[in-house]
């Protein structure tokens, strides 16, 4: 019904900057969320950004505040993760999640890597 499309990973020294962005298509009205969650190897996956279709609330993980920004285009059913400031740390295959009101069942994309070195 839905497909995501990440793109934007690559690799960047510490300090440096990345935006990543997920493409949505197919059946695509009635976004409840998007969000942004990361792995990286050997660990569990975990939460980086979301935010509300409808109302435009953000939250982000501890980790993260300050440093990336969650946003959305509409018109071109894409959201966006703006990374600031990468740490070596934030080294990860990064995927996108999406949320829909007409079902109860969560899309992942295929994940971009992201690779900081210091």
């Known amino acids: 019904q839905v497909n995501l499309v990440e793109s934007g990973g690559g690799l960047v020294q510490a300090g440096g900057s990345l935006r990543l962005s997920c493409l949505a298509s197919?059946?695509?009205?009635?976004?409840?969320?998007m969000a942004w969650f990361r792995q990286a190897p050997g660990k569990e996956r975990e939460f980086v950004a979301t935010i509300n279709w409808s109302t435009s609330y953000t939250s982000y993980a501890d980790s993260v505040k300050g440093r990336f920004t969650i946003s959305r285009d509409n018109a071109k059913n894409t959201v966006y993760l703006q990374m600031n400031s990468l740490k070596p740390e934030d080294t990860a295959v990064y995927y996108c999640?999406?949320?829909?009101?007409?079902?109860?069942?969560?899309?992942w994309g295929q994940g971009t890597q992201v690779t900081v070195s210091s």
């Open positions: 197919g059946r695509t009205f009635g976004t409840y969320y």
């Open positions: 999640k999406a949320r829909y009101d007409w079902d109860d069942q969560d899309y």
